[in-house]
């Protein structure tokens, strides 16, 4: 008698990627509710990166496919789309976070003391780059405490996905020279 075996068991790419379709959206509804749309936004664009990258891992690992140039493309694309747009959204985020006037913001916007020489003292360290910083005064800040850390977690996101790229080139040169060397 020939036993079934269930399509999970035959294909757990399947599986990963039901998992995180899942996660996806208890994240997305959990945010929502309780922080914002911009957070959720972030989620939803490094849950879909990460629900594409399980599915090619979860294939590599099975079939050994890590000398496949489709599977380091795929991990790449995946890296370097799920970086730049959580890079952009989060610095976005952060750089908009005090709006045209910053006073307006502290006072009613967030029911906190502005204080004008505080930010004169301190003016060229609101018009860096990184770290992102929008104070009202010594002890209130206007750019969310999430935002420096997620622009660094996708800028490493970012650069392991031209890493990813890169094997892919590594893989593609290396079964050319393979299939020319049968011949």
């Known amino acids: 008698m020939k036993t079934r075996s269930s ?3 035959a294909r757990p790419e399947r599986l990963a990627h039901l998992g995180g379709l899942v996660m996806m ?15 959720a936004v972030v989620v939803a664009t490094l849950c879909v990166g990460i629900v594409a990258g399980a599915r090619g891992g979860v294939r590599a690992v099975r079939e050994r496919a890590w000398a496949r140039p ?3 493309l795929s991990w790449g694309v995946a890296g370097v789309s799920t970086g ?26 967030h029911g906190v003391r502005y204080d ?4 004169a003292a301190h003016a060229e360290e609101f018009n860096r780059w ?36 890169a094997g892919a080139v ?3 040169v ?9 011949r």
Do not use: I
């Open 25 to 39: 959206g208890v994240a997305l509804l959990f945010l929502f509710g309780a922080v914002g749309t911009v957070v």
């Open 130 to 165: 990184f770290p992102l910083r929008d104070k009202c005064n010594e002890d209130f800040d206007l750019v969310p405490s999430w935002v420096n850390p997620a622009v660094v977690f996708f800028v490493l996101l970012a650069a392991a996905g031209l890493l990813c790229l």
């Open 84 to 109: 730049v747009a959580g890079f952009a959204v989060a610095y976005l985020t952060g750089v908009l976070s005090g709006g045209l006037d910053v006073g307006e913001a502290c006072v009613h916007g």
């Open 70 to 72: 489709r599977t380091w």
């Open 174 to 182: 290396r079964r050319r020279s393979r299939s020319s060397r049968r």
């Open 170 to 172: 590594v893989a593609a």
């Open 116 to 119: 004008a020489s505080y930010r």
């Open 7 to 9: 399509p999970w068991h």
